[in-house]
């Protein structure tokens, strides 16, 4: 009697254990000795959901792995450095790969400035990762994430492997800076708070919904504060910093969870929502065929993209707003790879 109870017990437990088990997954991040790639990387580390990270920099990746290798977690790190087959072999069979190699902003500096020098970095990445890889989730955090995507999406149309399902633009921090906004302001809990952000990543092209927040009688001044601040609030911290870059840590946050989020997706759990920058048929007719909504993950990325619903009448002018600007800079993208493939 003794030993069928405890044959039963032993059966229950590898069953809770089989249903809470992960598939292991690679996850490559390019850029990964950086100001982002560093706590990101050391995040990665950290979920089960990981069993090998690869670690690509043109400078100081493989002592970044070395150092994060010794964290005591199941995973496998390996840095890479350029040269050889070394991005591809770092690329190879990972699930998902994000992309924070690039300039950050200085204080006084848009976005766009960027553009310059972080358009070709993610035009050479993305030809890397279309031919060593082209069916991984492609996470990008290099900005001006508005012309990076499309960036991207040119070059694997060039490579003939574009899959709209599997491109994203990572903009999870202004969704993460959303809630903590509101629940500073209203004195809530920010697990509580969740802020749907539309449209694009950067200014007025970040259009929170406060309506279908959990606080829609928030208005006038106030309202305009906090919109503003959600818009603006990656120039806090440029500000703040002073010249040694913007958002590393929260922004390295808030792509660990995009990554985590897409590989439980991929585990097959369901209601998996992030909003994200993506091919999208919302404001396709308005110039804007890239926008972020509220999206669904799937096993193969993109599942559903919701709509923005219900809005009032002063988030319709954010929106036209942000659509006249992101029309500029996706098709700015888009020429970019048309003039330099
Ligand atoms: P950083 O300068 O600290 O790090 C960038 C890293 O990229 C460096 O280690 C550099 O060596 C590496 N790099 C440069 N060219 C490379 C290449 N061709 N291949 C591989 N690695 C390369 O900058 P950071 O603070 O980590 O920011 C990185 C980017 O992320 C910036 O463009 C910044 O604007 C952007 N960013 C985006 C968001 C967002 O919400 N999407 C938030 C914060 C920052
Ligand atoms: C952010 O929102 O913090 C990033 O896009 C970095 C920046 O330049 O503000």
Known sequence: MFSVRRAAVNLTQKRAFS???????????????????????????????????ALYDVRGAPGVAADISHVNTNSVVKGYAPGDSNLADALKDAEVVLIPAGVPRKPGMSRDDLFNTNASIVRDLAHATAKANPKAKLCIIANPVNSTVPICREVYKLAGVYNPKTLFGVTTLDVVRASRFISELKSTDPAAEKVTVVGGHSGVTIV???????????????????????????DEVVQA???????????????????????????????VIEPTFVESPLFKEQGCDFFASNVELGPDGVEKIHGIGEINSYEKGLIDACVADLAKNIAKGVKFVEANP
């Not at 490559?28 to 706590?39: C, K, R, Y």
């Not at 929260?250 to 759990?269: C, N």
């Open 19 to 53: 249903a809470s088990a992960s598939n292991p997954y690679k996850v490559a991040v390019l850029g990964a000795a950086g100001g982002i790639g560093q706590p990101l990387s050391l995040l990665l580390k950290l979920s089960p959901k990981v069993t090998e990270l």
């Open 241 to 271: 910093k002073d010249g040694a870059g913007s958002a590393t840590l929260s922004m390295a946050l808030a792509g660990y969870r995009m990554a985590e989020s897409l590989l439980r997706a991929k585990d097959g759990e369901k209601g």
């Open 208 to 234: 929170p919904l406060l309506s279908q927040s959990n606080h829609p009688d928030i208005s006038g001044e106030v309202r305009d504060a906090l919109v503003k601040r959600i818009q603006f609030g990656g």
